[in-house]
Protein backbone atom coordinates (compact mmCIF):
# COMPACT_ATOMS: atom_id res chain seq x y z
CA UNK A 1 0.00 0.00 0.00
CA UNK A 2 1.37 3.68 -0.97
CA UNK A 3 0.08 6.91 0.18
CA UNK A 4 0.29 9.94 -1.52
CA UNK A 5 -1.77 13.62 -2.06
CA UNK A 6 -4.03 13.14 -4.63
CA UNK A 7 -7.20 15.67 -5.69
CA UNK A 8 -9.97 12.78 -6.38
CA UNK A 9 -12.44 11.80 -9.23
CA UNK A 10 -13.70 8.76 -9.95
CA UNK A 11 -16.57 7.22 -7.90
CA UNK A 12 -17.57 7.95 -3.85
CA UNK A 13 -18.22 5.36 -1.12
CA UNK A 14 -21.29 5.18 0.52
CA UNK A 15 -21.15 2.59 2.93
CA UNK A 16 -18.90 -0.58 3.41
CA UNK A 17 -20.14 -3.60 4.29
CA UNK A 18 -19.43 -5.20 7.95
CA UNK A 19 -16.89 -8.30 7.88
CA UNK A 20 -16.23 -7.83 4.18
CA UNK A 21 -12.98 -7.01 2.45
CA UNK A 22 -13.57 -3.58 2.19
CA UNK A 23 -14.09 -3.13 5.83
CA UNK A 24 -10.47 -5.26 6.42
CA UNK A 25 -9.06 -2.87 3.84
CA UNK A 26 -10.03 0.44 6.33
CA UNK A 27 -12.17 1.51 3.36
CA UNK A 28 -14.72 4.19 4.56
CA UNK A 29 -17.83 5.81 3.52
CA UNK A 30 -16.76 9.24 2.28
CA UNK A 31 -13.51 7.37 0.23
CA UNK A 32 -13.07 7.47 -3.56
CA UNK A 33 -12.68 4.08 -6.06
CA UNK A 34 -9.99 5.89 -8.69
CA UNK A 35 -9.46 2.98 -10.74
CA UNK A 36 -8.57 -0.61 -11.08
CA UNK A 37 -5.68 -2.77 -12.45
CA UNK A 38 -5.05 1.21 -13.84
CA UNK A 39 -8.01 1.22 -16.03
CA UNK A 40 -11.08 3.66 -14.87
CA UNK A 41 -13.99 2.88 -13.68
CA UNK A 42 -17.06 3.94 -16.45
CA UNK A 43 -19.76 2.30 -14.43
CA UNK A 44 -20.77 -0.52 -12.22
CA UNK A 45 -20.36 -3.39 -14.91
CA UNK A 46 -16.68 -2.36 -15.63
CA UNK A 47 -16.18 -2.47 -11.83
CA UNK A 48 -18.35 -6.13 -11.33
CA UNK A 49 -16.00 -7.58 -14.14
CA UNK A 50 -12.59 -5.93 -12.70
CA UNK A 51 -13.42 -7.30 -9.54
CA UNK A 52 -14.36 -10.10 -10.52
CA UNK A 53 -11.05 -11.96 -10.22
CA UNK A 54 -8.88 -13.38 -7.64
CA UNK A 55 -5.76 -10.28 -7.44
CA UNK A 56 -6.60 -6.92 -8.56
CA UNK A 57 -5.13 -3.46 -7.43
CA UNK A 58 -7.29 -1.38 -6.66
CA UNK A 59 -6.34 2.79 -6.36
CA UNK A 60 -8.39 4.74 -3.54
CA UNK A 61 -8.41 8.28 -2.58
CA UNK A 62 -9.35 8.77 1.11
CA UNK A 63 -11.54 11.38 2.66
CA UNK A 64 -8.40 12.92 3.99
CA UNK A 65 -6.91 13.32 0.65
CA UNK A 66 -4.73 10.27 0.86
CA UNK A 67 -4.12 8.07 -2.46
CA UNK A 68 -3.76 4.57 -1.61
CA UNK A 69 -2.82 1.43 -3.97
CA UNK A 70 -4.23 -1.35 -2.75
CA UNK A 71 -3.17 -5.32 -3.55
CA UNK A 72 -6.61 -7.31 -3.12
CA UNK A 73 -6.68 -11.01 -2.90
CA UNK A 74 -10.43 -11.63 -3.03
CA UNK A 75 -10.82 -15.16 -4.20
CA UNK A 76 -14.18 -14.00 -6.12
CA UNK A 77 -15.66 -12.65 -3.08
CA UNK A 78 -18.02 -8.99 -3.01
CA UNK A 79 -15.86 -6.38 -1.62
CA UNK A 80 -18.71 -5.66 0.17
CA UNK A 81 -18.23 -2.09 -1.37
CA UNK A 82 -21.62 0.49 -1.93
CA UNK A 83 -21.09 3.40 -3.63
CA UNK A 84 -23.32 6.65 -3.33
CA UNK A 85 -24.36 6.21 -7.30
CA UNK A 86 -25.50 2.22 -7.82
CA UNK A 87 -24.74 2.59 -11.29
CA UNK A 88 -21.76 4.15 -10.77
CA UNK A 89 -22.69 6.86 -13.58
CA UNK A 90 -25.38 9.46 -14.74
CA UNK A 91 -28.83 7.27 -16.22
CA UNK A 92 -29.02 7.79 -19.81
CA UNK A 93 -32.89 9.26 -20.73
CA UNK A 94 -34.71 8.14 -23.66
CA UNK A 95 -34.06 10.06 -27.00
CA UNK A 96 -37.21 8.81 -28.71
CA UNK A 97 -40.62 10.08 -29.12
CA UNK A 98 -42.75 7.08 -29.10
CA UNK A 99 -46.04 7.46 -30.36
CA UNK A 100 -47.36 5.21 -27.52
CA UNK A 101 -45.20 6.56 -25.46
CA UNK A 102 -47.02 5.75 -21.43
CA UNK A 103 -45.09 8.54 -19.81
CA UNK A 104 -46.15 11.19 -22.34
CA UNK A 105 -49.86 10.37 -21.02
CA UNK A 106 -49.09 11.04 -17.48
CA UNK A 107 -51.18 13.55 -15.73
CA UNK A 108 -49.14 16.81 -14.77
CA UNK A 109 -48.41 17.00 -10.88
CA UNK A 110 -47.25 13.96 -9.88
CA UNK A 111 -43.26 13.56 -8.57
CA UNK A 112 -41.00 14.28 -10.89
CA UNK A 113 -39.01 10.92 -10.61
CA UNK A 114 -42.12 9.46 -12.44
CA UNK A 115 -41.84 11.90 -15.82
CA UNK A 116 -37.77 10.53 -16.08
CA UNK A 117 -37.82 8.56 -19.32
CA UNK A 118 -34.83 5.63 -19.41
CA UNK A 119 -33.32 3.82 -21.99
CA UNK A 120 -30.47 2.85 -20.67
CA UNK A 121 -29.04 -0.95 -21.55
CA UNK A 122 -27.39 -1.40 -18.37
CA UNK A 123 -30.85 -1.34 -16.54
CA UNK A 124 -32.10 -3.91 -19.15
CA UNK A 125 -29.37 -6.07 -17.05
CA UNK A 126 -30.12 -5.31 -13.56
CA UNK A 127 -33.97 -4.61 -13.85
CA UNK A 128 -35.08 -6.01 -16.89
CA UNK A 129 -36.08 -2.95 -18.21
CA UNK A 130 -36.77 -2.77 -22.18
CA UNK A 131 -34.65 -0.65 -24.27
CA UNK A 132 -35.02 0.62 -27.83
CA UNK A 133 -31.34 0.08 -28.83
CA UNK A 134 -31.18 3.65 -29.99
CA UNK A 135 -29.03 5.05 -27.28
CA UNK A 136 -26.45 3.01 -27.79
CA UNK A 137 -23.30 2.82 -29.36
CA UNK A 138 -20.75 0.05 -30.68
CA UNK A 139 -18.87 0.67 -28.11
CA UNK A 140 -21.77 -0.74 -25.32
CA UNK A 141 -22.34 -3.54 -27.64
CA UNK A 142 -18.83 -4.42 -27.61
CA UNK A 143 -18.64 -4.22 -23.75
CA UNK A 144 -22.22 -6.60 -23.57
CA UNK A 145 -20.05 -9.06 -25.54
CA UNK A 146 -16.90 -8.98 -23.75
CA UNK A 147 -18.36 -9.25 -20.41
CA UNK A 148 -20.87 -11.82 -21.39
CA UNK A 149 -23.74 -10.05 -19.88
CA UNK A 150 -27.76 -11.37 -20.42
CA UNK A 151 -30.02 -11.13 -20.98
CA UNK A 152 -30.90 -7.99 -22.77
CA UNK A 153 -34.23 -6.98 -23.10
CA UNK A 154 -35.40 -5.24 -26.88
CA UNK A 155 -38.19 -2.84 -27.17
CA UNK A 156 -38.50 -3.71 -30.63
CA UNK A 157 -41.95 -3.49 -32.02
CA UNK A 158 -41.41 -3.91 -35.40
CA UNK A 159 -38.58 -5.19 -37.79
CA UNK A 160 -39.58 -2.85 -40.54
CA UNK A 161 -37.02 0.10 -39.93
CA UNK A 162 -38.97 2.83 -42.05
CA UNK A 163 -42.34 2.11 -39.80
CA UNK A 164 -39.93 1.56 -36.65
CA UNK A 165 -38.53 5.34 -37.53
CA UNK A 166 -42.38 6.53 -37.34
CA UNK A 167 -43.30 4.53 -34.13
CA UNK A 168 -40.26 5.52 -32.05
CA UNK A 169 -40.18 9.16 -33.94
CA UNK A 170 -36.62 8.95 -34.17
CA UNK A 171 -34.54 8.77 -37.84
CA UNK A 172 -32.03 6.12 -36.45
CA UNK A 173 -34.21 3.61 -34.81
CA UNK A 174 -34.15 1.51 -37.79
CA UNK A 175 -30.89 1.05 -38.22
CA UNK A 176 -30.67 0.51 -34.27
CA UNK A 177 -32.22 -2.81 -34.68
CA UNK A 178 -28.77 -3.75 -36.48
CA UNK A 179 -27.16 -3.79 -33.12
CA UNK A 180 -29.17 -7.49 -32.61
CA UNK A 181 -27.01 -9.13 -35.19
CA UNK A 182 -23.92 -8.44 -33.53
CA UNK A 183 -25.81 -9.98 -30.07
CA UNK A 184 -26.91 -12.78 -32.27
CA UNK A 185 -23.62 -13.54 -33.48
CA UNK A 186 -21.80 -13.33 -30.45
CA UNK A 187 -24.59 -15.72 -28.75
CA UNK A 188 -26.26 -12.96 -26.14
CA UNK A 189 -29.33 -14.28 -25.19
CA UNK A 190 -32.33 -11.27 -26.21
CA UNK A 191 -36.42 -10.82 -25.40
CA UNK A 192 -37.79 -9.13 -27.29
CA UNK A 193 -40.89 -6.86 -27.29
CA UNK A 194 -43.68 -5.51 -29.10
CA UNK A 195 -45.84 -2.84 -28.19
CA UNK A 196 -49.06 -3.57 -30.59
CA UNK A 197 -50.43 -0.47 -32.06
CA UNK A 198 -54.01 -0.34 -33.60
CA UNK A 199 -53.42 -0.03 -37.74
CA UNK A 200 -49.94 0.64 -37.34
CA UNK A 201 -47.64 -2.59 -36.51
CA UNK A 202 -50.28 -5.08 -36.17
CA UNK A 203 -51.77 -7.45 -38.66
CA UNK A 204 -49.30 -7.76 -41.75
CA UNK A 205 -46.52 -6.13 -40.28
CA UNK A 206 -46.77 -7.90 -36.94
CA UNK A 207 -46.75 -10.89 -39.16
CA UNK A 208 -43.49 -9.62 -40.70
CA UNK A 209 -42.57 -8.64 -37.22
CA UNK A 210 -42.45 -12.08 -35.90
CA UNK A 211 -40.98 -13.74 -38.87
CA UNK A 212 -38.15 -11.21 -38.76
CA UNK A 213 -37.54 -12.40 -35.51
CA UNK A 214 -37.50 -16.05 -35.75
CA UNK A 215 -34.25 -16.25 -37.50
CA UNK A 216 -32.36 -14.61 -34.00
CA UNK A 217 -33.41 -18.28 -32.11
CA UNK A 218 -31.76 -19.31 -30.32
CA UNK A 219 -30.03 -16.44 -29.14
CA UNK A 220 -33.36 -14.44 -29.24
CA UNK A 221 -35.36 -16.77 -26.24
CA UNK A 222 -38.66 -15.04 -26.14
CA UNK A 223 -41.00 -12.11 -27.81
CA UNK A 224 -44.27 -10.22 -26.05
CA UNK A 225 -46.86 -8.90 -27.86
CA UNK A 226 -48.83 -6.35 -25.43
CA UNK A 227 -51.64 -4.06 -26.07
CA UNK A 228 -50.75 0.19 -26.45
CA UNK A 229 -52.19 1.52 -22.93
CA UNK A 230 -54.21 4.42 -23.45
CA UNK A 231 -54.65 6.91 -20.69
CA UNK A 232 -57.52 9.65 -21.11
CA UNK A 233 -54.51 12.38 -20.62
CA UNK A 234 -53.43 12.03 -25.08
CA UNK A 235 -54.44 15.49 -25.68
CA UNK A 236 -52.03 16.67 -28.60
CA UNK A 237 -50.58 12.98 -29.31
CA UNK A 238 -50.87 10.62 -31.93
CA UNK A 239 -54.61 9.61 -32.70
CA UNK A 240 -54.36 5.94 -31.20
CA UNK A 241 -57.31 3.57 -31.13
CA UNK A 242 -57.76 0.83 -28.52
CA UNK A 243 -58.29 -2.69 -29.61
CA UNK A 244 -61.69 -3.95 -29.78
CA UNK A 245 -62.25 -8.11 -29.13
CA UNK A 246 -62.42 -8.72 -32.35
CA UNK A 247 -59.06 -6.96 -32.98
CA UNK A 248 -57.90 -9.26 -29.82
CA UNK A 249 -59.52 -12.61 -31.70
CA UNK A 250 -57.25 -12.12 -34.43
CA UNK A 251 -54.09 -10.97 -33.26
CA UNK A 252 -54.00 -13.88 -31.20
CA UNK A 253 -54.83 -16.37 -34.05
CA UNK A 254 -51.92 -14.71 -35.74
CA UNK A 255 -49.72 -15.27 -33.02
CA UNK A 256 -50.93 -18.82 -32.12
CA UNK A 257 -50.29 -19.87 -35.52
CA UNK A 258 -46.46 -18.74 -35.58
CA UNK A 259 -46.27 -20.79 -32.16
CA UNK A 260 -47.37 -23.92 -34.08
CA UNK A 261 -44.88 -23.88 -36.70
CA UNK A 262 -42.05 -22.23 -34.47
CA UNK A 263 -42.30 -25.27 -31.78
CA UNK A 264 -42.09 -28.07 -34.73
CA UNK A 265 -38.95 -27.11 -35.61
CA UNK A 266 -37.43 -25.04 -32.35
CA UNK A 267 -38.95 -26.73 -29.70
CA UNK A 268 -40.35 -23.36 -27.80
CA UNK A 269 -43.28 -21.11 -28.53
CA UNK A 270 -41.14 -18.43 -28.60
CA UNK A 271 -43.72 -15.28 -29.38
CA UNK A 272 -46.73 -14.76 -26.63
CA UNK A 273 -49.82 -12.70 -26.36
CA UNK A 274 -50.39 -10.93 -22.86
CA UNK A 275 -53.18 -11.90 -20.67
CA UNK A 276 -54.77 -8.63 -22.00
CA UNK A 277 -55.68 -9.84 -25.87
CA UNK A 278 -56.61 -13.95 -23.83
CA UNK A 279 -58.99 -11.87 -21.65
CA UNK A 280 -60.21 -9.11 -24.42
CA UNK A 281 -61.08 -11.49 -26.56
CA UNK A 282 -63.01 -13.78 -24.34
CA UNK A 283 -60.76 -16.68 -24.79
CA UNK A 284 -59.02 -19.63 -21.94
CA UNK A 285 -55.60 -18.63 -20.96
CA UNK A 286 -53.10 -20.80 -22.78
CA UNK A 287 -51.76 -23.90 -20.84
CA UNK A 288 -48.53 -23.31 -18.67
CA UNK A 289 -46.71 -25.38 -20.58
CA UNK A 290 -46.92 -22.75 -23.75
CA UNK A 291 -45.30 -20.14 -21.81
CA UNK A 292 -41.91 -21.49 -22.27
CA UNK A 293 -40.78 -21.33 -18.50
CA UNK A 294 -42.68 -17.51 -18.01
CA UNK A 295 -39.85 -15.74 -19.33
CA UNK A 296 -41.85 -12.70 -19.83
CA UNK A 297 -43.95 -12.34 -16.74
CA UNK A 298 -42.59 -8.62 -16.43
CA UNK A 299 -44.93 -7.98 -19.43
CA UNK A 300 -48.02 -9.53 -18.39
CA UNK A 301 -47.91 -12.72 -20.24
CA UNK A 302 -48.78 -15.80 -18.41
CA UNK A 303 -49.28 -14.44 -14.84
CA UNK A 304 -52.43 -14.88 -14.83
CA UNK A 305 -52.06 -18.84 -15.63
CA UNK A 306 -49.33 -19.04 -13.56
CA UNK A 307 -51.52 -17.61 -10.84
CA UNK A 308 -54.31 -19.82 -10.72
CA UNK A 309 -51.34 -22.97 -10.88
CA UNK A 310 -49.75 -21.53 -7.89
CA UNK A 311 -52.96 -21.54 -5.96
CA UNK A 312 -53.95 -24.89 -6.78
CA UNK A 313 -50.42 -26.57 -5.54
CA UNK A 314 -50.14 -24.43 -2.71
CA UNK A 315 -53.73 -25.72 -1.41
CA UNK A 316 -52.51 -29.31 -2.46
CA UNK A 317 -52.32 -31.10 1.24
CA UNK A 318 -53.65 -28.52 2.94
CA UNK A 319 -56.59 -29.58 4.93
CA UNK A 320 -59.81 -27.18 6.19
CA UNK A 321 -58.62 -25.58 9.96
CA UNK A 322 -62.16 -24.55 10.90
CA UNK A 323 -61.44 -21.00 10.86
CA UNK A 324 -64.16 -18.15 10.15
CA UNK A 325 -62.86 -14.66 8.90
CA UNK A 326 -64.44 -11.96 6.46
CA UNK A 327 -61.99 -9.82 4.09
CA UNK A 328 -61.82 -8.42 0.97
CA UNK A 329 -60.10 -8.41 -1.79
CA UNK A 330 -59.21 -5.15 -4.53
CA UNK A 331 -57.81 -5.51 -7.85
CA UNK A 332 -57.76 -4.15 -11.43
CA UNK A 333 -61.13 -4.97 -13.78
CA UNK A 334 -58.43 -7.21 -16.27
CA UNK A 335 -57.98 -9.94 -13.18
CA UNK A 336 -60.73 -9.22 -11.16
CA UNK A 337 -62.75 -12.22 -12.64
CA UNK A 338 -59.37 -14.42 -12.59
CA UNK A 339 -58.54 -13.93 -8.78
CA UNK A 340 -62.72 -14.51 -8.36
CA UNK A 341 -61.54 -17.95 -9.72
CA UNK A 342 -58.62 -18.33 -7.79
CA UNK A 343 -60.42 -17.13 -4.10
CA UNK A 344 -63.08 -19.87 -4.93
CA UNK A 345 -60.25 -22.22 -4.98
CA UNK A 346 -59.21 -21.19 -1.61
CA UNK A 347 -62.80 -20.95 -0.12
CA UNK A 348 -63.93 -24.17 -1.02
CA UNK A 349 -61.19 -25.55 0.87
CA UNK A 350 -61.75 -23.21 3.30
CA UNK A 351 -65.58 -22.85 3.45
CA UNK A 352 -65.41 -20.53 6.90
CA UNK A 353 -63.38 -17.45 4.79
CA UNK A 354 -65.49 -14.99 3.04
CA UNK A 355 -63.98 -12.81 0.69
CA UNK A 356 -65.65 -10.52 -1.26
CA UNK A 357 -64.19 -8.89 -4.56
CA UNK A 358 -64.17 -6.01 -5.58
CA UNK A 359 -62.90 -4.74 -9.10
CA UNK A 360 -61.78 -0.75 -9.15
CA UNK A 361 -62.35 1.26 -12.04
CA UNK A 362 -59.31 3.20 -12.87
CA UNK A 363 -60.77 7.01 -12.82
CA UNK A 364 -57.35 8.44 -12.23
CA UNK A 365 -55.46 7.69 -15.61
CA UNK A 366 -59.17 6.83 -17.52
CA UNK A 367 -61.23 3.65 -17.68
CA UNK A 368 -59.46 1.91 -20.63
CA UNK A 369 -56.83 1.60 -18.03
CA UNK A 370 -57.68 -1.80 -16.22
CA UNK A 371 -54.08 -3.10 -14.81
CA UNK A 372 -54.07 -3.59 -10.87
CA UNK A 373 -50.56 -2.48 -11.10
CA UNK A 374 -51.49 1.57 -12.13
CA UNK A 375 -54.81 1.75 -9.90
CA UNK A 376 -53.99 4.27 -7.36
CA UNK A 377 -54.96 4.97 -3.33
CA UNK A 378 -57.48 7.68 -4.61
CA UNK A 379 -59.59 5.39 -6.63
CA UNK A 380 -59.58 3.06 -4.00
CA UNK A 381 -60.13 5.09 -1.60
CA UNK A 382 -63.14 6.43 -3.37
CA UNK A 383 -64.72 3.34 -4.89
CA UNK A 384 -64.32 1.54 -1.70
CA UNK A 385 -65.65 3.89 0.57
CA UNK A 386 -68.79 2.47 2.63
CA UNK A 387 -68.32 -0.90 1.24
CA UNK A 388 -68.10 -4.49 3.24
CA UNK A 389 -63.87 -4.98 3.88
CA UNK A 390 -64.28 -7.46 6.80
CA UNK A 391 -61.12 -7.60 8.45
CA UNK A 392 -58.91 -6.57 6.09
CA UNK A 393 -58.19 -5.54 2.87
CA UNK A 394 -55.53 -7.44 0.90
CA UNK A 395 -54.21 -5.84 -2.05
CA UNK A 396 -51.15 -6.77 -4.56
CA UNK A 397 -48.34 -5.66 -4.49
CA UNK A 398 -47.59 -4.87 -7.98
CA UNK A 399 -49.92 -2.14 -6.78
CA UNK A 400 -47.06 -0.29 -4.52
CA UNK A 401 -43.31 1.11 -5.45
CA UNK A 402 -40.73 -1.30 -5.24
CA UNK A 403 -40.08 -1.81 -1.96
CA UNK A 404 -42.08 0.89 -0.46
CA UNK A 405 -45.86 1.04 0.79
CA UNK A 406 -46.63 4.17 -1.54
CA UNK A 407 -49.11 4.21 -4.64
CA UNK A 408 -48.59 5.91 -7.78
CA UNK A 409 -50.35 9.05 -6.61
CA UNK A 410 -48.31 9.01 -3.63
CA UNK A 411 -51.10 7.90 -1.46
CA UNK A 412 -49.43 5.67 1.01
CA UNK A 413 -50.74 2.07 2.29
CA UNK A 414 -51.16 3.91 5.56
CA UNK A 415 -53.80 6.56 3.77
CA UNK A 416 -55.73 4.75 2.41
CA UNK A 417 -56.05 2.42 6.07
CA UNK A 418 -57.31 5.74 7.77
CA UNK A 419 -59.66 6.89 4.62
CA UNK A 420 -61.32 3.28 4.81
CA UNK A 421 -60.65 2.48 8.77
CA UNK A 422 -59.24 -0.79 8.05
CA UNK A 423 -56.10 -2.64 7.84
CA UNK A 424 -54.56 -3.67 4.29
CA UNK A 425 -52.47 -5.93 4.06
CA UNK A 426 -49.46 -6.08 0.80
CA UNK A 427 -49.91 -9.71 -1.17
CA UNK A 428 -46.53 -10.75 -3.16
CA UNK A 429 -47.70 -11.56 -6.45
CA UNK A 430 -48.01 -15.61 -6.00
CA UNK A 431 -50.31 -18.30 -5.51
CA UNK A 432 -48.93 -19.40 -2.21
CA UNK A 433 -49.06 -15.62 -1.09
CA UNK A 434 -52.16 -15.16 -1.94
CA UNK A 435 -53.88 -18.67 -0.17
CA UNK A 436 -51.81 -17.91 3.08
CA UNK A 437 -53.27 -13.96 3.07
CA UNK A 438 -56.61 -15.06 2.75
CA UNK A 439 -56.29 -17.63 5.38
CA UNK A 440 -54.38 -15.10 7.37
CA UNK A 441 -51.51 -16.92 7.87
CA UNK A 442 -47.91 -16.13 7.20
CA UNK A 443 -45.98 -18.44 4.94
CA UNK A 444 -42.80 -19.76 5.47
CA UNK A 445 -40.96 -16.57 3.40
CA UNK A 446 -43.57 -14.13 5.18
CA UNK A 447 -45.29 -13.54 1.47
CA UNK A 448 -48.22 -12.12 2.79
CA UNK A 449 -46.69 -8.89 5.09
CA UNK A 450 -43.56 -7.77 2.89
CA UNK A 451 -43.70 -4.98 0.64
CA UNK A 452 -41.08 -5.80 -1.61
CA UNK A 453 -41.36 -7.82 -4.77
CA UNK A 454 -42.92 -6.55 -7.84
CA UNK A 455 -44.34 -3.33 -7.39
CA UNK A 456 -44.37 -0.89 -10.01
CA UNK A 457 -41.75 1.29 -11.47
CA UNK A 458 -43.28 2.50 -14.55
CA UNK A 459 -39.96 0.53 -16.30
CA UNK A 460 -39.65 1.68 -20.32
CA UNK A 461 -41.65 -1.57 -21.20
CA UNK A 462 -43.93 0.76 -23.05
CA UNK A 463 -40.64 2.27 -25.10
Known amino acids: MTKKKHKHKGHRIAAVAKGSIGEELELKPGDWLLSINGEEVEDIFD ?7 PSLVMLVEKANGEEWELDIENEYEDLGIIFENSLMSEYRSCCNRCIFCFIDQMPPGMRETLYFKDDDSRLSF ?32 TTNPELRCKMLNNRFAGRALGMMDRLFA ?16 DGEELDRTIGDLVNY ?18 KGLYPLKAFAKEDAEQTIDLIEGWQKRIYKEHGIHFVHA ?48 GGEDRLSIATGLLASEHIKQCVQDITRKFPGREVMIYPIVNAFFGEEITVAGLLTGQDLAE ?18 RSGEEVFLDDWTKTDLERALQVPVHIVKSSGQALVYAV ?3 KSEKEADTDASGAGYELKNTVE
Open 383 to 400: QLKGKALGSRLLLSSALF
Open 126 to 157: LQGNYITLTNMKEKDIDRIIRFHLSPINISVH
Open 186 to 201: AGTPMNGQIVLCKGIN
Open 217 to 234: IPAMESVSVVPVGLTKYR
Open 274 to 321: SDEFYLLAGRSLPDAKRYDGYLQLENGVGMLRLLQDEVKEALEGMADD
Open 47 to 53: YEYYVDS
Open 439 to 441: LGR
